[in-house]
């Protein structure tokens, strides 16, 4: 992938999470199955993974499959399935290759039980990588992951480890399925949507949204640089006014 110099010389967003969307309509569109389409996603995951590492992502967050996804027909679950497994299988020497470091958020235990297998080996054997850190969102829900810290809070202040009176933003994201993933700088969606779809609700407070009606078959390493500088020509105020943050950047007050 050709990196324009223009993209490098602006921050590149440290932390990517993508919302893939838009496989169906693609092989709709083609008069083709939906695991087709799918497979194309996956083509589409592979390349962008390649090219996010190159651009010195250090995070990139995938949501590859939602709590809601279980729902979908038995088929087609499935098949989303199979095409985690391949990845894992055919992806590993070459994300080994490239340092890149995986890890998973969501609850685990609704997976079958070799794919689990899969994803904890592969967890394992990148644990030492550190190149990018590639999170696959894996039976995902925000809402859940609020839940879930809600509950191992709880458990924790029941047993007198945490003070309720204490309790600040900072305790309860420790509580995060994995608190060591930083918030996104930007978040892409495919397909064409204007949703957050129960993604990472606590982390996307001051996020950067980009949405883009290509399908996430069509999306690959040129699409990726499009929504970087798109990224990059935003200001990010957290709240404070547009004087204050450039003051702070020029390093005055
Ligand atoms: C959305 O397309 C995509 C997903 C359900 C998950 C993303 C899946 C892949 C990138 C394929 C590889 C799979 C894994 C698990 C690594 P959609 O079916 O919602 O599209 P539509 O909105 O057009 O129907």
Avoid at 136 to 161: H, N, P
Wanted: net charge neutral; aromatic share 8%.
């Amino acid at each position: 992938m050709m990196i324009e110099s223009s993209l490098i010389n602006e921050p590149i967003p440290r932390h990517i999470a993508i919302i893939m969307d838009g496989n169906g309509r693609w092989a709709q569109a083609r008069g083709i199955s939906r695991n087709e389409g799918h497979k194309k996603g996956l083509d589409a995951l592979r390349s962008v993974v390649r090219s996010a590492n190159d651009l010195g992502v250090r995070w990139l967050t995938l949501y590859a499959f939602s709590l809601e996804n279980w729902s979908r027909p038995k088929l087609e679950v499935a098949s989303l399935m199979g095409l985690l497994e391949r990845y894992l299988e055919l992806e590993i020497e070459e994300v080994m290759e490239k340092g890149i470091q995986l890890r998973s958020i969501g609850r685990p235990d609704r997976l079958p039980s070799r794919i689990r297998k899969k994803v904890d080996d592969a967890i394992e054997r990148t644990r030492n990588n550190s190149n990018m850190t590639l999170v696959f969102a894996l039976s995902y829900g925000g809402r859940s992951e609020i839940v879930d810290a809600t509950r191992k809070l709880l458990r924790d202040a029941e047993l007198g480890k945490i003070d309720p009176e204490r309790i600040d933003e900072k305790t309860f994201a420790a509580y995060l399925y994995d608190p060591e993933v930083p918030d996104p700088d930007l978040l892409i969606r495919t397909g064409a949507e204007l949703r957050v779809s129960n993604f990472l609700l606590w982390q996307i407070a001051y996020t950067e949204i980009y949405s883009t009606g290509v399908m996430w078959p069509d999306f690959g390493g040129s699409e990726l640089m499009d929504a970087v500088r798109d990224y990059q020509s935003r200001e990010r105020r957290f709240g404070l006014t547009g004087e204050q943050v450039r003051g702070t950047r020029n390093g005055g007050g």
